[in-house]
């Protein structure tokens, strides 16, 4: 069964119109990558998957609710999708530890004991127990990255979106946040990820999906959609990165 | 919500339809390239549901603020003392009787307002500059700037018109006689602008320290930096505070009438006096909340639009 399906998805910023009829499927442990140059709708996307943007037309079911139905209830939706942001998007007025356990503590009412239980596990497998106490500014990026990576999972979600997780961040410490995303992807995560990192996605991704000005041109396994794109523009784009 | 122009809307589709985008424009084109698409069965319904929910809010909310003003009504009119409360308070002939000398007099709270409203945020930044001041050379001004603030946000501003009103003219410092409302001017300025300065100095330093980095790593000088990069975001960051300070002054202005100029609140007290009835100050109040009111919605205005400018997305 599919954990998210997209019907032709519609969605325009005043005069601009940034979808222009998505469909995709994302099947229970699948990892998407979605590919694409600046502009081409991948983060809005993904934005529109967890109700920040309302679409203009079109459908969006998560596991067997339509999401996109003004009826729904927004932040029960967004309890059952854990997102990361390009810019991490930590708070900087709450621990490390805290900072996991919020989202435990206030919307999946768990015990104060058990929620930082659960940091502290998660916590341990990013790498980062000794930093539970600190604030996130004092952080390396991919630290930080990897603490909201650790916030976004803690309520397992049944879906991860990554925006761009780690375009902020410099080549060094791109390393260590890819390894936790593979880390979950092997575990069976279901994740849509948009991203730059064309070597990771081949590396990782189930599937690849190139979208080009609002719409999917082309999608296939990673071998097919880098090995032998079919269409001119995605060779066009991709020629850009083996450059 | 804007609806998307260009596109003309399906009618008559019966629901549970599929979803029919077309590409290609059946029509001639509308407004430059952008091709009309029907929109699909799904998305008519949800705006329709939307627009019900909208048209259920607004009965909601209209129904509910007249149950409330029909309670509150009901208490106040049958109470023992309404007749004669009435009679002493709201009384519509000697409200117009009075009104010519309360609106003179509030013209003159009017003239005293504009002139310290632009005292208090030239001095008040001022202050805040000052307090903002890095390095052990500036530390007289800042100490200065620091003690400032704390008398005079320490001291009630009646104290303050008292001493400034009674005491500055008793010094025979100028031999020309000032009018009142200069001192109440002043007494005004100098009380708030030891608060707008710290409201100021809150958003100078909530302006990031990247902002400052940046502006400095092109080469501006400290005076610059702040003049063209923090100053006009800090600005922005506490408008509504401002402008909060600016209705309470608007209000305050009224406290002149202490040192015996003859402002709104010192006619409504005439005229009460007058007519052994206290409608004037009634008429006083409500031109004051006439006054608060344009700030009011005027500051909510400036906000959204601040925010719709500067910060992307929708708001969650």
């Known amino acids: 069964m599919s954990v998210l399906r997209l019907e032709d998805v519609w969605k325009s910023f005043g005069d601009h119109d940034v979808l222009r009829g998505i469909d995709l499927e994302v099947a229970q442990g699948e990892v998407v990558a979605l590919i694409g140059s600046s502009g081409s709708g991948k983060s809005t996307l993904l934005r529109t998957v967890n109700l920040l943007e309302p679409i203009d037309d079109g459908r969006i079911v998560l596991g067997d609710a339509d999401i996109s139905d003004p009826r729904v209830d927004v932040d029960a939706v967004r309890a059952r999708i854990g997102v990361v942001f390009q810019q991490y998007n930590l708070f900087p007025h709450l621990t490390v530890q805290h900072n996991i356990t919020l989202a435990l503590r206030h919307v999946h009412r768990m015990k104060r004991r058990d929620a930082d239980a659960a940091a502290a596990v998660l916590l341990d497998r990013v790498g980062l127990a000794e930093k539970a106490a600190e604030h996130p500014d004092r952080l390396s990026g991919g630290q930080q990255q990897r603490v909201a990576i650790a916030r976004a999972v803690a309520t397992s979600p049944e879906l991860l979106l990554l925006d761009e997780v780690t375009s902020a961040l410099d080549p060094e410490l791109v390393g260590e946040v890819l390894d936790l995303v593979r880390d979950l992807a092997d575990d069976g995560m279901t994740i849509v990820m948009a991203t730059h990192e064309m070597a990771f996605a081949r590396d990782v991704a189930d599937r690849v999906v190139f979208l080009d000005a609002g719409r999917i041109l082309e999608q296939g396994r990673p071998s097919e959609v880098f090995g032998a794109p079919r269409e001119e523009r995605t060779r066009e784009f991709l020629a850009r990165f083996t450059a | 919500m804007s609806s998307p122009s260009g596109r003309s809307r399906a009618t008559g589709s019966p629901p549970g339809e599929a979803t029919v985008p077309s590409g290609e424009a059946s029509g001639p084109p509308h407004e430059g390239s952008r091709p009309p698409r029907e929109v699909s069965a799904v998305e008519l319904e949800r705006r329709a549901f939307r627009k019900r929910q909208g048209a259920a809010s607004v009965v909601v909310s209209i129904v509910s603020t007249l149950v ?60 805040a500059t000052l307090r903002t001041l890095r390095g052990p050379v500036w530390l007289p001004l800042r100490a200065l700037a620091a003690a400032y603030t704390d008398v005079f946000r320490g001291i009630p501003l009646i104290i303050v018109l008292y001493l400034v009103g009674f005491g500055i003219p008793g010094l025979q410092l100028i031999p020309v006689r000032l009018p009142v409302e200069f001192w109440g001017t002043l007494a005004l300025t100098l009380t708030y602008s030891a608060y707008v300065s710290e409201v100021f100095r809150a958003g100078i330093e909530a302006v990031h320290p990247s902002q400052r980095h940046a502006a400095r790593s092109l080469g501006l000088s400290h005076g610059q930096t702040m003049r063209l990069v923090v100053v006009p975001q800090a600005f922005r960051k506490v408008t509504p505070a401002l402008m909060n300070d600016f209705v309470a002054m608007q209000k305050d202005v009224g406290l002149i009438s202490l040192l015996g100029a003859v402002d709104a609140v010192r006619a409504a007290q005439i005229e009460t006096a007058a007519y052994f009835n206290f409608t004037p100050y009634v008429v006083a109040a409500l031109l004051f909340v006439l006054l608060a009111i344009p ?22």
């Open chain 2, 68 to 127: 409330v003003a029909l309670i509150a009504w009901l208490l106040i009119i049958n109470t023992p003392g309404w007749a004669r409360v009435q009679q002493q308070f709201f009384n519509p002939e000697i409200a117009l009787a009075s009104l010519p000398r309360v609106w003179d007099g509030f013209l003159l709270n009017l003239r005293v307002l504009a002139m310290s409203a632009v005292l208090v945020l030239l001095f008040g930044l001022l202050l």
């Open chain 2, 295 to 316: 700030t009011i919605r005027l500051t909510d205005w400036y906000t959204a639009r601040v925010r719709a400018r500067e910060q992307i997305g929708g708001i969650v």
